[in-house]
């Protein structure tokens, strides 16, 4: 009964390949994330969904495209793949947002990415 | 330059030895402020947070939050093996419209190893 998971947990692919990564929550929270986790462990937020509504986009390709179908699930689709790609993204959950703070975010396990 | 700075270490310790993980801030809008620890191949987990200045003590770790110098450390006492991780410290500051907290600034994080 993990409360945050990934599929896949790794994933090894060509450039120029389109991927999707997919983030399942089953701790009733309004809020998911995605995150990217480069080689030197450097973690940076790149969307945010409240309610299944994207809150935060940050400055990442438009190659990579949020979606989600309900606000317990978010998946992240990569087109046209680039090593720079290579990374381990997060998913993450949390209760809600813009209550005063402190909301606590629960990790996945993450999916570790090879871009050949 | 980073918003958060973080030294990347790695840090090393025998057991039973205090240990003090920092990191440094430039965004003075941040007002919470988080530790969050990672095992290897795992998502990170929160361990602490804080809002504003001040201290927080919980077992064997204490939060510390220095808002004037924009300087919060962790201290782990009493370190055990079973501490070795990834310390990443976490801060987050209001949207625009001053309600979302969910956009956390992760720093690099710290390996500590702690040797029997």
């Known amino acids: 009964d993990t409360a945050v998971s990934q599929t896949p947990k790794y994933l090894v692919t060509q450039m120029g390949n389109d991927k999707s990564i997919k983030c399942e929550q089953n701790?009733?929270?309004?809020?998911m994330y995605w995150y990217k986790q480069d080689s030197k462990k450097f973690l940076k937020i790149m969307f945010s969904?409240?309610?299944?509504?994207?809150?935060i986009n940050e400055t990442v390709p438009n190659r990579f495209s949020p979606k989600s179908p309900d606000k317990a699930h978010l998946n992240l689709h990569i087109n046209s793949l680039e090593l720079g790609d290579s990374a381990v993204y997060f998913c993450?959950?949390?209760?809600?947002?813009?209550?005063?703070?402190?909301?606590?975010?629960?990790f996945g396990p993450g999916t570790r990415l090879l871009v050949l | 330059q980073k918003e958060v700075e973080q030294d990347p270490g790695p840090l090393s310790v025998p057991e039973g030895a205090i240990v003090s993980l920092n990191c440094t801030y430039s965004?003075?809008?941040?007002?919470?402020f988080m530790w969050y620890r990672q095992y290897s191949r795992k998502g990170p987990e929160l361990l602490m947070y804080?809002?504003?200045?001040g201290n927080k003590e919980d077992g064997r770790f204490t939060a510390q939050v220095d808002k004037s110098s924009k300087y919060i450390s962790l201290f782990i006492r009493d370190s055990q093996p079973s501490d070795s991780a990834t310390y990443l410290c976490?801060?987050?500051?209001?949207?625009?419209?001053?309600?979302?907290?969910?956009?956390?600034?992760f720093g690099q994080g710290t390996i500590l190893t702690v040797h029997p």
């Open positions: 804080t809002y504003s200045s």
């Open positions: 993450a959950s949390s209760q809600t947002i813009g209550t005063g703070g402190g909301e606590t975010q629960y």
């Open positions: 976490a801060m987050s500051a209001p949207n625009a419209g001053g309600t979302s907290y969910g956009k956390l600034t």
């Open positions: 969904y409240n309610n299944k509504e994207l809150i």
């Open positions: 965004n003075s809008a941040f007002q919470y």
């Open positions: 701790l009733g929270h309004d809020t």
